[in-house]
């Protein structure tokens, strides 16, 4: 019973968000694209967002990461069904929100995939202390399928080395940079105990002994929950406030990041020498970051047509 619930939940969920990342060059995406069809439409989903992360700062997290997933996968939700992901992303009801009041406004004009792309943005713009500021362009169709077979290998694994995580991002059209930059979204939200720590509770190398200790602790004491979650980042949980900010950089110099992928970014010269400019320069790391998820909101976008729609409902395909 359990079970199909859950099923339930997850297929619901794979029919939520359709394609902000599939089918066309993002050459064909404008900045305003719905300045005539739709002129309040951005306006509304940054008042959805910012509704939603005023009560809940991960669901912002989880914003950033429905675009991240989109693009990798043909949808993000379908990946939920992958070991490492079960229940971990956030956002739809943000999405929902947002999609409801454009349809009241504008029936028929606005996709749901731009509405992940929008709502990526203000997430971004918001938990960074409105520091990453970036205009996303538009244009996008929501797409038509939706295939849980798609997720394990789209998605670059929490524990991959350097050179998968580059090959991971290179098919997307993404370069190394876009990775360091893209991995700065780690400052923000938390991760399930069973996602990260088969191979960082230990005292190896890549990690402080003094944090890979505070891990243990925290994900040995099931005594409340089965499978406990930890803060991406413990310093700006204590510190700033799960903002999204250049502390990520620090703490993987520190060797004070949960998940092996991120440790990794230390493994060549170029890769060590992005962090360390990311983590000493005032700026440098909002500005990439803006472009990088400009790019990857671009990566082969769906198009009116057979492959392409607009949802009334984010949940339901026409």
Not at 27 to 43: N, S
Not at 167 to 174: C, I, P
Request: hydrophobic letters at 40%.
């Amino acid at each position: 019973m359990a079970a199909s619930f859950e099923l339930a939940i997850l297929v619901t969920c794979a029919l939520l968000l359709a394609g902000a990342c599939r089918g066309v060059p993002n050459t064909e995406l404008q900045v305003g694209y719905y300045q005539d069809t739709c002129p309040k439409a951005e306006d509304i989903v940054r008042a959805a967002v910012s509704d939603a992360v005023a009560e809940d700062a991960g669901i912002g997290a989880g914003l950033i990461r429905l675009l991240f997933h989109d693009c990798f996968v043909q949808n993000p939700s379908p990946e939920k069904l992958g070991a490492p992901n079960v229940h971990s992303l956030h956002g739809f009801e943000a999405i929902d929100a947002a999609k409801f009041a454009l349809e009241d406004a504008c029936p028929g004009v606005i996709s749901c995939a731009d509405v992940v792309a929008f709502a990526a943005r203000d997430a971004s713009y918001l938990l960074s202390g409105y520091r990453v500021d970036f205009d996303m362009p538009a244009g996008r169709f929501d797409g038509r399928r939706s295939n849980a077979s798609d997720t394990i290998p789209s998605l670059p694994s929490p524990s991959g080395n350097l050179a998968q995580l580059i090959d991971n991002f290179a098919a997307k059209g993404l370069d190394t940079e876009d990775m360091v930059v893209l991995s700065d979204a780690h400052s923000v939200g938390h991760a399930r105990c069973s996602s990260f720590a088969g191979g960082r509770l230990g005292d190896g190398a890549d990690i402080d002994p003094s944090f890979a200790r505070s891990l243990r602790r925290r994900c040995n004491d099931t005594s409340e929950v089965e499978d406990p979650t930890v803060s991406q980042d413990p310093v700006t949980l204590v510190e700033l406030d799960g903002q999204l900010h250049g502390q990520f950089y620090r703490n993987v110099l520190k060797g004070r990041v949960l998940l092996a992928s991120d440790a990794a970014l230390m493994e060549t010269k170029e890769a060590a020498r992005m962090v360390r400019e990311s983590a000493g320069v005032s700026g440098r790391w909002e500005k990439k970051f803006g472009e990088a998820m400009v790019k990857m909101a671009g990566i082969e976008v769906k198009k009116a047509g057979r492959r392409g729609e607009i949802r009334t409902n984010c949940r339901l395909v026409h």
